[in-house]
């Protein structure tokens, strides 16, 4: 390394720096203790060896001793997301209080901490229950799936089915940071992007899966199908973003099954049980029960062969 180049890198270090220094945001100051991206996400696949036992590793020690394999695992879990719970509640409260608060989880932030990992623990048994159920709509649903297991090692619909509804309690119990970090994961690995404050009922099935998106405040019934680039979106009049009361984005009921590329916008937009809304269409306003949506076949023009020069 030239003393040109040396003296380049300690320029932006300098930079740099200051940049760190000067932007709160930067949480490089001593006391400002963010949650962790990799303890999160590796919380995240520990808890996903529990709920699908034998599928991702330690296929022995889940046959062999099912309650030591779930017991030793469930206190390692239990002790990551305790960690990054009251982490996220205390970085809360530092950036409300920055002059008194210094990150760092005090006795208060580590009380919710345990009241939240006390009952999101106390939801895994009914969690596992559901996922059984979107695993068999998956199998169900799919012709081309061979078998249910294959479903739980292969169907990316299934594993940001499965992010989504741990992110979801969480997001329930008004974790910060946390509930968005896990689903921001799948959409990463999947191309799926669920909100963790959607209302998704069971036996919940994503069909290829890529593009589709469900906003903040959709409701899903049971037994709803989705296949890929599915919008359930929001509409942004003035003022509605701003109002936390106001549901955004659609309501589906029961037994709906929509088609590829169709965009569903608006809270004010409901979906009746048993409708079938068809690929490519565009909804902002209600659809009666036990409908079919479809879109008129669009003209095609067919020209002569091309001739070769």
């Given at each position: 390394m030239n003393q040109n180049t040396k003296t380049t890198i300690e320029k932006v270090v300098e930079e740099i720096s200051?940049?760190?220094?000067?932007?709160?945001?930067?949480s490089t100051k001593a006391g400002k203790n963010m949650p962790e991206w990799k303890e999160i996400i590796d919380a995240l696949k520990e808890l996903r060896l529990v709920m699908f036992p034998g599928y991702f590793g330690e296929q022995d020690a889940t046959r062999c001793l099912p309650k030591y394999f779930v017991g030793d695992r469930l206190l390692t879990i239990y002790h990551m997301f305790f960690e990054q719970i009251a982490c996220a509640f205390a970085y809360e409260e530092s950036e409300v209080h920055a002059s008194e608060i210094t990150g760092i989880p005090d006795e208060d932030n580590q009380r919710k901490a345990e009241r939240v990992c006390s009952e999101f623990f106390e939801q895994l048994p009914r969690i596992q229950k559901?996922?059984?159920k979107d695993v068999q709509a998956g199998y169900d649903g799919d012709?081309?799936?061979q078998s249910k297991e294959e479903v739980i090692f292969s169907y990316p619909g299934l594993f940001a089915i499965f992010v989504y509804r741990i992110a979801h309690e969480l997001y329930i119990r008004q974790v910060p940071f946390i509930p968005r970090i896990m689903t921001e994961y799948a959409h990463a690995k999947t191309g799926i992007d669920i909100n963790s404050g959607a209302q998704i009922g069971e036996s919940f099935f994503i069909d290829h899966g890529t593009g589709i998106v469900i906003g903040e405040t959709t409701i899903i019934g049971d037994n709803v199908k989705l296949y890929q680039g599915a919008t359930l979106g929001a509409l942004s009049p003035a003022g509605m973003a701003t109002n936390p009361n106001v549901r955004r984005h659609p309501k589906v009921g029961n037994n709906?099954?929509?088609?590829?590329n169709s965009t569903l916008l608006g809270g004010a937009t409901e979906i009746g049980d048993n409708v079938i809304v068809g690929g490519n269409a565009f909804l902002t306003s209600s659809v009666e029960p036990d409908t079919i949506v479809s879109v008129k076949t669009p003209e095609l023009t067919f020209r002569g062969k091309r001739h070769k020069e």
């Amino acid at each position: 390394m030239n003393q040109n180049t040396k003296t380049t890198i300690e320029k932006v270090v300098e930079e740099i720096s200051e940049n760190y220094d000067n932007e709160p945001l930067f949480s490089t100051k001593a006391g400002k203790n963010m949650p962790e991206w990799k303890e999160i996400i590796d919380a995240l696949k520990e808890l996903r060896l529990v709920m699908f036992p034998g599928y991702f590793g330690e296929q022995d020690a889940t046959r062999c001793l099912p309650k030591y394999f779930v017991g030793d695992r469930l206190l390692t879990i239990y002790h990551m997301f305790f960690e990054q719970i009251a982490c996220a509640f205390a970085y809360e409260e530092s950036e409300v209080h920055a002059s008194e608060i210094t990150g760092i989880p005090d006795e208060d932030n580590q009380r919710k901490a345990e009241r939240v990992c006390s009952e999101f623990f106390e939801q895994l048994p009914r969690i596992q229950k559901l996922l059984l159920k979107d695993v068999q709509a998956g199998y169900d649903g799919d012709p081309a799936a061979q078998s249910k297991e294959e479903v739980i090692f292969s169907y990316p619909g299934l594993f940001a089915i499965f992010v989504y509804r741990i992110a979801h309690e969480l997001y329930i119990r008004q974790v910060p940071f946390i509930p968005r970090i896990m689903t921001e994961y799948a959409h990463a690995k999947t191309g799926i992007d669920i909100n963790s404050g959607a209302q998704i009922g069971e036996s919940f099935f994503i069909d290829h899966g890529t593009g589709i998106v469900i906003g903040e405040t959709t409701i899903i019934g049971d037994n709803v199908k989705l296949y890929q680039g599915a919008t359930l979106g929001a509409l942004s009049p003035a003022g509605m973003a701003t109002n936390p009361n106001v549901r955004r984005h659609p309501k589906v009921g029961n037994n709906v099954v929509i088609y590829a590329n169709s965009t569903l916008l608006g809270g004010a937009t409901e979906i009746g049980d048993n409708v079938i809304v068809g690929g490519n269409a565009f909804l902002t306003s209600s659809v009666e029960p036990d409908t079919i949506v479809s879109v008129k076949t669009p003209e095609l023009t067919f020209r002569g062969k091309r001739h070769k020069e």
